[in-house]
Structure formats: structure tokens, C-alpha cells
């Protein structure tokens, strides 16, 4: 088991993080010898590679064994990898190291004279998602990859930070936490807890994105029977509203005209007072959503991400 080679210890990292407060985060210590190597199958064959992982959601750490700014990273990445094997972490980091880059011979863009910022703003903006538009300047790096396209930067001790604090997550909805998947809308005011969740998302949406971790964490604990008193929550994909499955999705709701999650209230009380219990009379105005039934009949509506995600932690 490879947690043999570490030792978890607790510091404060106020040296790391100099933009910010001082954070409290998990440090290794390592035995003597251990290095990349002992995570092989989480390197890169190639560069070519970076875009084309399994996982809807995962980074791509660049290193160089000779960089210092590396190996002040290295204890708490090995550490992060090691605890994503045992469960504990979910959100996959795969590693590569440029010394093979010219050996590679692939074509892509340098930054040199550019700063983090607007490496970062050049790579989100554009939708990056081949290795011709990707900018490789620095090491550490952190290159953070959704459906194939980068959606944030990282660079130096920042990279050990987004990791640790991050709420994505690389695990799949539909493979992980099959059972907890609505198969259709039709099934909306169906199951038969007393009280149950359904959450409104979609692949797709960014809003959704940012709490998959902790929208999975919360499933986790139900599988787990960890958090016996609270509620079973299922999951339904509405996709894209531009397409053709979004648009037969949401004609199963009323759609308000609303421009804010306070106008929405006024429609959640209307819910409530008409004790709606069909999805054609349930207005929908955005996600993600997290509809509460109690008995089969509407009780309450969590709206937005920041909400949703105090709700479920």
C-alpha cells in the first residue's frame, strides 16, 4: 500500500499562499527515495494525451524532477494522489514531465513575458481544447480540463492549493451513483420516500460543475448510511436548453418569467399553497435546482449553487 511510503503531519502553510490568509492543510512527509515514480500509472504516456482522459473532469499537473518551485509541491501532491486512491480525494490529477516535451516534437504556444492571469485568461476565454492553442510556459503547473476544454490555471504553490480545496470531482453520475438516478421526469413526485430530494442539473452548466463534489460527497454519505436523518437525493441530467432533449426536458414544467431567485419565490409559495404534486404544474426556472418532496407532494426549492452548496454540506 503505498500510504506505507507517507506520513500524513498537519502544518501551516503561511509561506505557500501569499495572496491569502494562512491555510491549514495536509502535509506528507516522505521516506527517503520516494518519488513520482511510485505513481507511474498517473503520468501521461504522452502530451498528446491531455485532453482525451475518461473523466469528465480532471487536471494535469506539469512538473520537472530539477525545479525547485516542484519540489516544495511534491510531499503534499504525492500525499493528494495517495489519498485519491483510498477514496478520499475524488479528483483525478494526472502528472507530466516536460523534460519529454522536446523529445515529443508536438507543436504548441509559449507565454514567455506573460503572467499567470492572463495565461489563464487566454486558455479559459479561447475554450481551449487542443494542444496547438495550449500555452506551456512555467512548472509547477496546473491545467484544470471539463469535457475536454480547459477552464482554469494554475501555477507554482497555487496548484497544491486548488486541488486540496477544489468541489469538482471525477467521478461519473451515471456510473458512480447509478441508483440514484431518476430515470425520467415522470418518476418526479414517484419515489417512495417520505421525503426525498431531487436535484436538477446538467452536465454541462458550470453552476453544476462547481458543486459536483460536494453534491457527490452528500450521495456518498447516504450510501454510506452516514448521514441516516437526512434525505435521499436523486439526480436528473435536464441537459443543454439549446438542445433537443433540454427543450423536451423542460416542457414538462411551467417556465416563469423570472429574472432572479427572488422573483422565484413568489412561485414557490404558489407550490406550496396548491400542494403541486405533477411536474406540468412545477415551475422550473433554472439550474441547479434542488426540488424537496415530503409525501409526493412539492415542499420547498433550493435554488443556485452557492446556495445549494451550504445546503448540502
Known amino acids: 500500500?503505498?500510504?506505507?511510503?507517507?506520513?500524513?503531519?498537519?502544518?501551516?502553510?503561511?509561506?505557500?499562499?501569499?495572496?491569502?490568509?494562512?491555510?491549514?492543510?495536509?502535509?506528507?512527509?516522505?521516506?527517503?527515495?520516494?518519488?513520482?515514480?511510485?505513481?507511474?500509472?498517473?503520468?501521461?504516456?504522452?502530451?498528446?494525451?491531455?485532453?482525451?482522459?475518461?473523466?469528465?473532469?480532471?487536471?494535469?499537473y506539469l512538473y520537472r524532477v530539477d525545479c525547485d518551485a516542484c519540489n516544495k509541491n511534491k510531499n503534499a501532491l504525492l500525499g493528494y494522489l495517495s489519498e485519491y486512491e483510498d477514496n478520499i480525494r475524488h479528483f483525478k490529477v494526472y502528472l507530466y514531465n516536460t523534460v519529454n516535451l522536446k523529445s515529443e516534437g508536438i507543436t504548441y504556444k509559449t507565454g514567455e513575458?506573460?503572467?499567470?492571469?492572463?495565461?489563464?485568461?487566454?486558455?479559459?476565454?479561447?475554450?481551449?481544447?487542443?494542444?496547438?492553442?495550449?500555452?506551456?510556459?512555467?512548472?509547477?503547473?496546473?491545467?484544470?480540463?471539463?469535457?475536454?476544454?480547459?477552464?482554469d490555471y494554475q501555477e507554482g504553490l497555487e496548484c497544491i492549493r486548488y486541488?486540496?480545496?477544489?468541489?469538482?470531482?471525477?467521478?461519473?453520475?451515471?456510473?458512480?451513483?447509478?441508483?440514484f438516478n431518476l430515470?425520467?421526469?415522470?418518476?418526479?413526485?414517484?419515489?417512495?420516500?417520505?421525503?426525498?430530494?431531487v436535484y436538477l442539473f446538467s452536465l454541462e452548466c458550470p453552476y453544476c460543475r462547481n458543486i459536483k463534489g460536494v453534491v457527490m460527497n452528500y450521495m456518498d454519505k447516504i450510501r454510506d448510511n452516514l448521514n441516516v436523518e437526512s434525505s435521499k437525493l436523486y439526480f436528473y441530467d435536464m441537459k443543454p436548453s439549446s438542445?433537443?432533449?433540454g427543450?423536451?426536458?423542460?416542457?414538462?414544467?411551467?417556465?416563469?418569467?423570472?429574472?432572479?431567485?427572488?422573483?422565484?419565490?413568489?412561485?414557490?409559495?404558489?407550490?406550496?399553497?396548491?400542494k403541486v404534486s405533477s411536474t406540468k404544474d412545477t415551475y422550473y426556472a433554472y439550474i441547479p435546482s434542488l426540488y424537496i418532496v415530503e409525501n409526493n407532494v412539492f415542499k420547498d426549492c433550493i435554488l443556485g449553487s452557492s446556495t445549494l452548496l451550504e445546503y448540502l454540506s
Open 243 to 245: 438542445s433537443e432533449e
Open 247 to 274: 427543450k423536451v426536458n423542460r416542457s414538462y414544467f411551467t417556465i416563469p418569467s423570472v429574472e432572479s431567485t427572488d422573483e422565484f419565490k413568489e412561485y414557490i409559495n404558489l407550490m406550496k399553497e396548491k
Open 163 to 179: 486541488i486540496f480545496e477544489t468541489t469538482l470531482d471525477s467521478r461519473s453520475y451515471s456510473e458512480d451513483f447509478k441508483e
Open 113 to 151: 513575458g506573460m503572467s499567470v492571469d492572463e495565461i489563464r485568461n487566454e486558455l479559459v476565454n479561447n475554450k481551449v481544447s487542443t494542444l496547438e492553442d495550449t500555452i506551456i510556459e512555467n512548472v509547477p503547473s496546473l491545467y484544470v480540463i471539463s469535457n475536454g476544454r480547459i477552464i
Open 1 to 60: 500500500m503505498r500510504k506505507s511510503f507517507l506520513k500524513k503531519i498537519p502544518i501551516l502553510f503561511y509561506s505557500l499562499f501569499i495572496l491569502t490568509s494562512c491555510y491549514s492543510l495536509p502535509y506528507y512527509e516522505l521516506e527517503p527515495n520516494v518519488d513520482y515514480s511510485i505513481f507511474n500509472e498517473y503520468h501521461l504516456d504522452s502530451i498528446k494525451d491531455m485532453y482525451d482522459k475518461e473523466e469528465n473532469e480532471y487536471a494535469v
Open 183 to 197: 430515470n425520467n421526469l415522470e418518476e418526479f413526485y414517484l419515489k417512495e420516500e417520505d421525503i426525498y430530494y
